[in-house]
């Protein structure tokens, strides 16, 4: 008799996925046995699992941005606005009067990008965060098996990212800009997980929930990881208190005001998308993740002339590189993808730019 192996797996009882492949040549060996059990899905598509859900993922920003009304033109003299293209669909966070939701008219110019919608007169200064927004379908796909929701569809059919083409980074230094020059006015308290701009509450504009930052310049290491999300922001008198989103491995730690300390706003990445789903409460739900490397393998069907998972359970998935949440183990500047087409589990440059797929529990 096979044994079965179980997998505990924070609570939940799981099983090892068939790879689905039936076309065996290692007679008399293990190669001849299917471990594990056959995948079943079942499609979410009613109630809260129909419709889409608008998501805004920061895209870019700066205090170089001016809106001219006379022409539904919005300008950058950092010329940076190039990889907004027409047709796409923009939130604008940040502006004394201009915040909301506006359609690209013509784009992919770097000074300057025409809008559909009436524009008011406001000239460069304030920080400017234009996000894209995108309109996911709310579709889910319960792994019966593990207990896991997949999200229906990847971002590969969306108008997000560099090209609006669907693709995201994992990490991009190249695509975090600045909310906050550097100076000696932030500090960070442990126990209530919040970063302090002292004398900041005028800078309550720049900073939402969802927001996933990337801070500099403090003396312990840990504050200066990437990729802390914002819980929420708050005017405390004269300063401005920034609740974050912390892992248990690598915490904030206390340290007081003072050196050189900037905060950046991290775009362009498949941890703002999520962040930005979680935000939005994506089919209702606001746990959702990136999946493991394995967790996004396990989809794979081996045996079919392509490696794509289930076409009824996913349809219109990428047969292409798909990001999980796994870091290089001999390289932390490279994570785990999946190329769909043939199967690989790979790695690539964290600053590459593929589709990102997402899960819960």
Not at 32 to 57: A, F, K, M
Not at 73 to 81: E, Q
Request: charged share 15%.
């Amino acid at each position: 008799m096979t044994p079965t192996l179980v997998v505990t797996n924070g609570g939940r009882r799981s099983l090892p996925q068939k790879t689905m492949q039936t076309t065996m040549y290692h007679i008399g060996d293990n190669g001849d046995e299917e471990y594990g059990i056959e995948p079943s899905y079942t499609v979410l598509s009613t109630g809260q699992y129909s419709g889409i859900t608008n998501v805004d993922v920061p895209h870019y920003a700066s205090n170089t941005i001016a809106f001219v009304s006379s022409t539904k033109k919005i300008t950058d003299s950092a010329n940076l606005l190039a990889s907004v293209k027409t047709g796409d669909t923009i939130r604008i966070r940040g502006s004394l009067s201009n915040d909301g939701v506006y359609t690209i008219a013509t784009g992919n110019v770097a000074g300057e990008v025409v809008t559909t919608e009436s524009l008011v007169d406001e000239s460069a200064g304030r920080y400017i965060t234009i996000c894209k927004r995108v309109s996911p379908s709310n579709n889910c796909v319960l792994d019966n098996k593990s207990g896991k929701m997949y999200r229906r569809y990847t971002t590969n059919t969306e108008k997000i990212g560099l090209l609006s083409t669907g693709l995201l980074s994992w990490y991009d230094v190249g695509t975090c800009y600045t909310l906050h020059p550097a100076a000696a006015d932030l500090k960070i308290t442990s126990t209530t997980k919040t970063l302090t701009i002292v004398g900041g509450a005028g800078e309550v504009g720049r900073y939402n929930v969802g927001y996933v930052l990337d801070l500099t310049g403090f003396t312990n290491a840990s504050n200066n990881i990437p990729g802390y999300a914002i819980v929420s922001v708050t005017v405390n008198g004269a300063d401005l208190d920034i609740v974050l989103k912390t892992g248990t491995t690598n915490p904030l730690v206390t340290e007081s005001a003072g050196g050189s300390r900037s905060i950046t706003l991290v775009c362009q990445s498949i941890y703002t998308y999520v962040a930005a789903m979680n935000t939005a409460s994506h089919a209702g739900y606001t746990d959702w993740r990136i999946p493991s490397d394995m967790e996004l393998a396990v989809l794979r069907d081996i045996e079919a002339p392509n490696a794509l998972p289930n076409a009824t359970a996913f349809p219109s998935f990428p047969a292409s590189y798909v990001w999980s949440s796994t870091t290089h183990p001999p390289n932390i500047s490279n994570a785990m993808s999946v190329y769909f087409y043939y199967g690989n589990v790979s790695y690539n440059v964290k600053t590459s730019v593929f589709c990102g797929a997402f899960l819960r529990g």
